[in-house]
Nanobody
Framework: QVLLVESGGGLVQAGNSLTLSCKLSGGLFSNYAMGWFRQAPGKEREFVAA???????YYTDSAKGRFTVSRDNTKNTVLLRMNSLKPEDAAIYYCATRFSRNFWSATYGKSERYDYWGRGTQVTVSS
């Protein structure tokens, strides 16, 4: 059973940075693509960033230029470095993983294509 555990969330002032971490256990990390999603109160869960098996990275438009997703296969960990945080970035951030490479470049942002999810970590941004 694959297990994902996020960490690194917290309260930050707008303009500051935060790095989220997600550790995978119960599976061979290099077999999985990793994604970050977030959900703010009263809103649907949305895609933030993803990193594929070869390290290829994808971002939602609002994250481009501010967020960086990376993976460390030696530590079974995916990171999400978030710079220049804005109040609208506040949400619960979820890590997710998928095994299938089918249509990856077209579906990396679709939550239903991910197989396992973490419990999330809260990010709060004060203005």
């Amino acid at each position: 059973q694959v297990l994902l555990v996020e960490s690194g969330g917290g309260l930050v002032q707008a303009g500051n940075s935060l790095t989220l971490s997600c550790k995978l256990s119960g599976g061979l990390f290099s077999n999985y693509a990793m994604g970050w999603f977030r959900q703010a109160p009263g809103k649907e869960r949305e895609f933030v960033a993803a990193v594929g098996w070869t390290g290829d990275a994808y971002y939602t438009d609002s994250a481009k230029g501010r967020f960086t997703v990376s993976r460390d296969n030696t530590k079974n960990t995916v990171l999400l470095r978030m710079n220049s945080l804005k109040p609208e970035d506040a949400a619960i951030y979820y890590c997710a993983t998928r095994f299938s490479r089918n249509f990856w470049s077209a579906t990396y942002g679709k939550s239903e294509r991910y197989d396992y999810w973490g419990r999330g970590t809260q990010v709060t941004v004060s203005s």
